[in-house]
């Protein structure tokens, strides 16, 4: 047998694995990625006599609760929408993309049976946020307000759209118009997202803590509370106190056990304090459960820093058969994907088409770093500074946007500038990433910075 042969055995397998994986329905995707947008559902708007959420059950309990309700041929609109949520609410719970999928049928058979019912227009806006439809969520959002100013979850929804279509007056003034109509955990968490991006991380905590506290002044536990928690954990992670991130991420298990975004912060808690052995025993179960890009490689990094070379790489060649899904599901990792490439300077030409794709679909500050990333590793040096000046443009601290301006003006010969950034970052977060940190220090070493 041909090493070719072996090769493409293995890759045959690990791509049917994976391919099963998806078709089980737990494949990982929530409403966010790491630089995505906070998507917190407001309740829907029932009407007078409507049977309640029965909110103590888990999601996986409610979709059997309301599917229950329903005959074949059933016209009611109501349980189809409660359904729709119920799969969402499965989506945030558990990281199943296919769940989106199964949410949106429901709504759309709800809304087949009553296009005016606004709950189940207002939860499509979050279904189509999930899936990275964001022109369709804010499109549909803005159909909902012209029909009734007060729909504020389609606020919510036209708020998260505009944050990811990097329209960020249009955001601050959606997320401001809910804060004062609705001053919740929701409304909280959205302004600690948009002060972040703002440069502004201690507003952004303080933000966070006021949502996670409202929460359970309302005695609203689970996930919602653990969502809020957990992104406490990364606002604290990212601007480099592990103490305090730590101890956010374990309350987020807390509020809900087997939480897999705590799993995968308190894996990086371990990572970063030098624990290699216990990050990979945390990150290897998370990976079989939930194989997404950006833990998968994660935990390939892991194998190599440990010295598994072999793990590593089988680690690597699974993020890089991801590119071989359908369309439908690539779309929701361009950006992970062009990073993975990126980071590893591996199939450039690829990483600069995912780059180009999330570019044109999502003009954030986040897709001009992924693109100027790539330009950096393909030896395009101005136009990776152009890139990252839009990057920059509103003042975000976070580390890993610093260091790719640092490289790419170490590139250009501006060494100056490339001190500057490259120090900023590691004083920022210096655990941003366990190969990258080293390359900067490196870097620095090297020009006597």
């Known amino acids: ?46 009407g007078p006599g409507e049977p309640p959420v029965p909110d103590t059950m888990p999601a996986a309990q409610q979709v059997e609760f309301w599917s229950n309700r329903l005959a074949p041929d059933t016209k009611d609109y109501i349980t189809l929408t409660h359904l729709g949520r119920a799969y969402l609410m499965t989506a945030r719970e558990t990281g199943d993309a296919a769940a989106y999928a199964r949410a949106e049928e429901s709504l759309n058979r709800a809304l087949a049976l009553n296009p005016r019912y606004e709950p189940a227009v207002a939860l ?21 307000l012209a029909a009734n100013p007060e729909a504020y979850q389609a606020l919510a929804v036209t708020g998260d759209a505009a944050l990811e279509l990097g329209d960020y007056d249009a955001a601050a003034d959606a997320y401001n118009r809910l804060l004062a109509a609705v001053p919740d955990g929701p409304a909280y968490s959205r302004m600690a997202r948009l002060a972040w991006l703002q440069g502004r991380p201690d507003e952004a905590i303080d933000w ?6 409202e929460t359970l002044r309302l005695n609203i536990g689970g996930e919602e509370l653990a969502w809020y928690r957990f992104q ?19 309350e987020a298990d807390q509020a809900f056990p087997g939480y897999y975004n705590a799993a995968a912060g308190l894996g990086k808690i371990a990572a970063a304090r030098g624990d290699l052995q216990e990050a990979i025993d945390i990150y290897a179960p998370l990976v079989e459960r939930l194989p997404q890009p950006s833990f998968v490689a994660f935990l390939g990094d892991l194998y190599t820093l440990a010295g598994d070379t072999a793990a590593a790489q089988a680690q690597y060649d699974t993020v890089s058969f991801i590119q071989e899904l359908e369309a439908s599901q690539q779309v929701l990792y ?21 780059a180009e794709r999330e570019l044109t ?3 954030d500050i986040y897709a001009y770093d992924t693109l ?14 152009a890139a990252s000046e839009r990057a920059l443009a509103l003042g975000t601290q976070d580390a890993q946007l610093f260091y790719h301006a640092g ?21 920022i977060n210096p655990h941003f990433d366990l190969i990258q940190v080293e390359v900067a220090r490196e870097v620095l070493a090297g020009m006597g910075k």
Do not use: C
């Open 232 to 250: 406490l954990g990364e606002l604290y992670y990212n601007t480099g106190d592990l103490r305090a991130a730590e101890k956010w991420y374990h």
């Open 334 to 354: 361009n950006r992970q994907m062009a990073l993975f490439f990126a980071n590893h300077n591996i199939e450039l030409e690829q990483a600069l088409a995912y």
């Open 372 to 385: 100027a990333w790539v330009l950096y590793r393909l030896g395009r040096f101005d136009e990776a500074a």
């Open 208 to 213: 966070m803590k006021q949502a996670a506290d």
């Open 1 to 46: 047998m041909t090493m070719s042969t072996v090769f493409d055995n293995r890759k045959l397998f690990l791509l049917l694995l994976f391919t099963a994986i998806i078709v089980a329905g737990s494949y990982a995707i929530r409403a966010t990625d790491s630089a995505g947008s906070m998507v917190a559902l407001l309740e829907p708007l029932l």
């Open 407 to 427: 490289l790419i003006a170490a590139a250009r010969g501006d060494e100056e500038r490339a001190a500057a950034d490259l120090n900023h970052a590691l004083d």
């Open 124 to 144: 499509m806006g979050s279904v189509l946020i999930g899936q990275h439809a964001f022109d369709q969520a804010r499109a549909g959002a803005a159909a909902a």
């Open 361 to 363: 679909a999502r003009k």
